[in-house]
């Protein structure tokens, strides 16, 4: 349970990298080189939370495993980059749209 929004979409970008590291070790393993894993976030307080390692006391409650996002961001293996909300296309399917816009 979460106690706050920010605290949710960190905990599901923590999760996003670890299983899209997973998958991205499987195609090296089968012989696919791969690149630097693009993670797009619209939460610029997640971004700022995953970028800046320091200590920020209105997230000292998040457990300290949801803190992978800033291992593997500092490692270089995952660059993580602000998405503008008109361009994150998962919202379509999750926030009400206009009948315009659906036609």
């Known amino acids: ?5 920010t605290e949710a979409e960190y905990m599901a970008t923590t999760q996003a990298c670890k299983e899209t590291i997973w998958v991205q070790k499987l ?17 610029q307080s997640v971004l ?3 970028r800046n390692p320091t200590f920020h006391s209105k997230i000292k409650h ?7 996002v800033r291992e593997v961001i500092e490692d270089g293996s995952v660059n993580m980059t602000k998405i ?6 998962a ?8 009948t315009d816009k659906f036609q």
């Open 1 to 5: 349970m979460t106690l706050s929004i």
């Open 84 to 89: 503008h909300i008109k361009e994150n296309l």
């Open 91 to 98: 919202d379509d399917l999750t926030k009400l749209i206009n």
């Open 48 to 50: 700022h939370i995953a």
């Open 62 to 68: 998040i457990g300290v495993q949801y803190h992978f």
């Open 27 to 43: 195609l090296e393993e089968l012989g696919y080189k791969q690149k630097k894993i693009p993670l797009f976030c619209e939460s």
